[in-house]
């Protein structure tokens, strides 16, 4: 069976941007409200995240604030994240647990 591993970052767009006054750009400009995260795959379709951060970042400089994860989580309608990275985890957990079970049984049970 061939098994895609891979990795990954990716920076999502969390809202509408806002005007504030850049540090760096000496200038009013537009920040976007964003997620970056980093992420682990396996296969397509299990993976899971790490290295989560909510930020607002100047659209020019990059630039940016950390946002408050929990306080960001809470105004969001669902999270950026792909449902498979989220709770692929779970999955892994699942089959790991199916796969117990199986040789539990196999090994004559109680
Ligand atoms: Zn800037």
Do not use: N
């Given at each position: ?8 970052e ?11 006054d ?50 960001t ?17 779970l999955?892994?957990?699942?089959i ?15």
């Amino acid at each position: 069976m061939m098994v895609y591993v891979g990795q990954g970052e990716r920076v999502v767009p969390i809202g509408p941007t806002e005007d504030r006054d850049c540090p760096r750009c000496e200038q009013v400009t537009a920040f976007q409200p964003q997620l970056r995260y980093k992420f682990g795959q396996f296969d397509l379709l299990f993976g899971f995240v790490y290295g989560k951060r909510y930020q607002l970042a100047c659209t020019q400089c990059q630039h940016g604030w950390l946002l408050d994860t929990r306080l960001t989580e809470r105004s969001l309608d669902r999270s950026p994240i792909p449902f498979h990275l989220r709770f692929g985890w779970l999955v892994l957990v699942g089959i790991a647990a199916l796969g117990a079970v199986v040789y539990w049984m196999r090994q004559g049970g109680v």
